[in-house]
């Protein structure tokens, strides 16, 4: 595969239209642009899972960046990064992903309903407000502002400071992308990470002198160290919004391309539309791994410190996995994408974000039964790992 062609700004335009000429053509192919690192593209819906799921393909930890970055460690972000649960792999890894996921039981997930639906409900109050003024920017001031203020509810951090978070984060996705991490972005997440870090150390110190019923508080009394502390609040709070944010914004120019679906969404069915608009345009299209030995996948051979991208995007449109995979469908009798990831790095939050889909849409167009899209979405490029809309404009007379 041709990974320039992934990164050109047709590819970046249209995924799905390359997805379907790559399943043409088996489930994993070498990649041209090896000289980045990556050697294989992984496409299949099985090949994917068996990549994520497989213990010789690891995440781009601390040993790779030893490898490929000697200089990383003078970088705060890559560290910061690299201290969390998401870029380590084996025994430390499941430890820590043990310890933070008893945040995340169905009990903690489903006690924060009623959060959630508040929250939505206050939102949507805002909006009506804003839109007595014209169109009204949903990215900002929906998608956006509902799950940082569910993750500030989970984690203990204060409402009024998410303004304060949003560039931040957004400096920290950018080195995520495939060709992210240019001088530019590098410095800004670096300044996002150092800046970040101090937040958390503050606010951990503060939960450890006068505790309360949240997250922070709960892990600042566990054995994490406080490097690993920080590192997985950062980590934890920025994806817990960045992709529901997406999730919503997606999901939204979904349904309001589709007229006769959205007349149709309601409360017995809006589970299998929140999945289906995941399948069909997952926030998250790419995770990448690499081999720390010789592999091989699929027939494809990844030397040693070479990247393959699991393709999930990719994946959730395989026709040998989904029947008619183009088309978007939530009463399709073979649900179950990949965009949650899959294996031992599998999402944390899938309740949590499921949960804030299917409370979000509904109340939005009962809210606002003629909701409309006040800007032409149009084919601009859009990144691949974090996959959405910077801004929507919207039209919303409500009730
Ligand atoms: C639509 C929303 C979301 C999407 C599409 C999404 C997607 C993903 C994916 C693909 C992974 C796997 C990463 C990998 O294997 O390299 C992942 C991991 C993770 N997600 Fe999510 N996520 C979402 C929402 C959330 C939320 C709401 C939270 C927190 C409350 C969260 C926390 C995490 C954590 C902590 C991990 C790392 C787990 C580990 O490394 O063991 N995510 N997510």
Redesign the pocket.
Known sequence: MDLGMLLSEQGRVDPPALYARLHRDGVAQPVDGAARGFAAAVYGYEAVSQV?KDGRFR?LDADYLDLTTPQWRRHPALRVLRDS??FTDGPA?DGV?QI?GRA?TARRVNALEGAVTELTHRLLDRLAQLAADGPVEFMGEFAYLL?SSV?AE?LGVPQDDLAWFRPRVLAIGAILELDGANWRNMVRADTAARELSAYFTDLVALRRTDPRDDLISLLAATELSDEALVANLI??FN???V??TH?LGNGLTMLLERPRLRAELGAGNVGSYVDEM?RFE???QI?VRYAPEDAEIEGVPVPAGQAVLAM?GAANRDPARFADPDAFDPARPDPGSL???FG???????A??RLEGQVAFPALFERFPDLALAQQVGNAPKPLILRGHDTLAVACHGR
């Open positions: 994520l995440q649960m998401f890894h992903r933070i995340f799950p993750m989970l980590t934890t994806a817990g919004f992709t529901t999730l995941l997952p926030p998250v995770l999930i965009s949650f990831g031992p790095h599998y999402c944390l939050g899938a949590l974000s």
